[in-house]
């Protein structure tokens, strides 16, 4: 028995050998790719998923926690850091050494996960949180804090890139696209999990250590169950082991054939070995001007860096990192209760969007939401403007302010904030549709020749950079920008850098929703492709119908034969009756 089960492992092992080779040549060519291959089951999640995506999704809790733990923090350090009261560009430091950190670990985590695997480069980050936090609980200085919050960023930044890697790598393919946006929705759940520890510990002594130290203890937890979870089954089959790459599978796919699961392991393989052979083939430099050489991928990169731009000029973190320090000045005095409700509306209408991106479609959403956030913005800046005018337009703690401003302030801010979240706060994460799949056949100089390269990794990693970059300008500029042209003149601007953002997306942003990878890259074929895309949506959806009509016909020519069978049954049978009667008779 044990002989024949070696036997028949060996066997699988030298047909995937075997089958790498003539799939290698199909993936090349965009006919068939790990996600193209079809397995029974693959809408039902299993248990083993579900685990999977919890643990791996608690990286985006972290994420959230600590990039929103700072705002309540900051009001109410006081004295303990040295000064008597921090200052704006103390609190600038504080919080963009953070970004800065996200930016540098972001860089580092693709290659690294590459080279050590998705789940030691996830506990890395762990370690890396862990130190951070415990760092900054202790801290007596500001360039200790500074120093600690850095730490803290560079694991944001490698969990932020690696954690959707682990989960898409880990899901089925027709959910992948869900299952990484529980990871998103805990992002924003960690936020609110932040502000409500903010406010749990505000009026205590030395709080602020307690919110930032608390930080430890989902790290400490998902490192202790990072020795339970599988590695990613792409690097194990980088590593040769196609044996424990098709038991994973088998787990995810657990309700497909043996023969579905070994088809997707093979053409896994086929892609994973192409990517090997071109990172082996072609240096950094030519692949980085593939994607702006190629008139296809630059305009995609042009859509993703843009979106993501977008994301983060609107000025939306500077609510998250400063929210409690600005409801404060305008006198609240639960300022870090104020700013649960603002993170708390961002996490209700992520999950709104969430359930609606597929169904509306992208395009639609942001053409939607961000007049509402230029709305929200314009409001917070003719609030503020009635609201200082007695303190020369600036924002003076310690002033008795309008409460009925203030409050106007914070509507303005919920409602901008839910139009946030509705789109732009979810859509620009769907960057990887944009960029070709690996295998994409294209050549450095025309025509096309052996030269197949992938730009999928490099074009999400720049548009990744480009919003950790706007996250660090608005986050180092945002409290030097109220005092130079006021809070009125802050928003202001802000509302401006939204309406420039919502025409680049009326006439540069198209509709992906309901096309695949390889029909996204064919609407950049000629320009940002508004109305390919549309073109392209309206034929499936008219050829999904005729599918439709055709199926209903089928079934109900398949009902009525049934029945004229049955019918036909019947008489035969009454013939029967009939004759035996008169038989007896």
């Known amino acids: 028995m044990d002989n024949a089960s070696n036997h028949s492992e060996k066997g699988q092992d030298s047909q995937v050998y075997e089958d790498v080779d003539g799939i290698a040549a199909a993936v090349a060519s965009g006919e068939i790719s790990e996600t193209l291959v079809v397995a029974e089951g693959e809408e039902r999640t299993t248990l083993f998923v579900w685990l999977l995506v919890g643990c791996a999704s608690i990286s985006g809790l972290l994420f959230g926690y600590d990039t929103g733990v700072i705002s309540g923090a900051l009001v109410t350090i006081g004295g303990d850091l040295g000064p008597a009261e921090l200052s704006s560009g103390q609190k600038e430091l504080i919080t963009s050494s953070t970004t800065l950190g996200a930016l540098i670990g972001g860089l580092v985590a693709g290659i690294l996960s590459d080279f050590l695997g998705r789940r030691p480069v996830m506990g890395i980050a762990d370690v890396i949180f862990i130190g951070g936090a415990i760092g900054q609980a202790v801290c007596h200085t500001v360039w200790s804090m500074i120093g600690c919050r850095f730490l803290i960023g560079i694991g944001v930044g490698v969990a932020a890139c690696v954690a959707p890697l682990y989960i898409q790598e880990l899901s089925p393919t027709r959910l992948r696209g869900r299952m990484v946006v529980v990871n998103i929705v805990l992002v924003t759940g960690g936020q609110v999990v932040a502000y409500g520890i903010d406010a749990a510990f505000a009026n205590t002594r030395g709080g602020w250590r307690w919110m930032v130290g608390l930080g430890a203890v989902p790290a400490g937890l998902q490192a202790f169950f990072l020795f339970f979870l599988p590695e990613s089954p792409r690097i194990m089959i980088r590593r040769n082991d196609y044996d424990a790459a098709r038991a994973t599978m088998g787990k995810i796919y657990a309700y497909a054939t043996p023969e579905q699961v070994s088809l997707k392991v093979r053409s896994l393989a086929a892609a994973v070995r192409q990517s090997v052979e071109i990172t082996n083939s072609t240096t950094l430099f030519e692949r980085m001007r593939l ?3 190629d008139p296809i ?4 990169l042009i859509v993703g860096c843009g979106m993501q731009a977008y994301q983060q000029l609107c000025g939306f973190n500077t609510l998250m990192y400063y929210s409690a320090t600005l409801f404060k000045e305008i006198g609240f005095d639960q300022p870090t209760a104020v700013g649960l409700i603002v993170a708390g509306t961002n996490f209700i209408f992520t999950l709104v969007a969430l359930k609606y991106i597929d169904i509306v479609g992208r395009r639609k959403i942001m053409l939607w939401s961000a007049p509402g956030m230029i709305i929200g913005l314009v409001l917070a800046s003719v609030a503020f403007y009635f609201l200082t005018k007695k303190t020369g337009g600036n924002l003076v703690d310690g002033t008795h302010y309008s409460t009925t401003w203030s409050a106007i302030v914070l509507l303005a801010m919920i409602f901008y904030v839910a139009s946030y979240a509705t789109g732009l706060g979810n859509v620009p994460w769907q960057q ?5 799949l ?13 030269n197949t390269l992938t730009v999928r990794g490099i074009g999400t990693s720049l548009a990744t950079t480009t919003n950790w970059a706007g996250n660090l300008l608005i986050g180092a500029t945002y409290l030097s920008l109220m005092d130079r042209i006021t809070p009125a003149g802050a928003f202001g601007f802000y509302a401006g850098l939204c309406l420039l953002g919502w025409l680049f997306c009326v006439f540069c942003f198209p509709e992906t929703a309901g096309l695949s990878l390889e029909e996204v890259r064919l609407i950049f074929r000629t320009g940002f492709g508004i109305r390919e895309s549309e073109r392209l949506r309206t034929e499936k959806r008219a050829l999904r119908a005729a599918e439709k009509a055709a199926k209903r016909r089928a079934r109900g020519e398949e ?12 008489e035969g049978e009454g013939e029967g009756s009939r004759a035996g009667s008169v038989e007896k008779v």
């Open 291 to 293: 994607i702006v050489a």
């Open 297 to 300: 991928n630059r305009r995609a």
């Open 432 to 436: 990887g549709e944009l960029f070709g």
């Open 438 to 450: 690996e295998g994409n056949r294209v050549s450095l100089f025309p025509p096309p020749s052996s």
């Open 559 to 570: 009902a009525t034969t049934a029945k004229t069978r049955a019918d036909g049954g019947n």
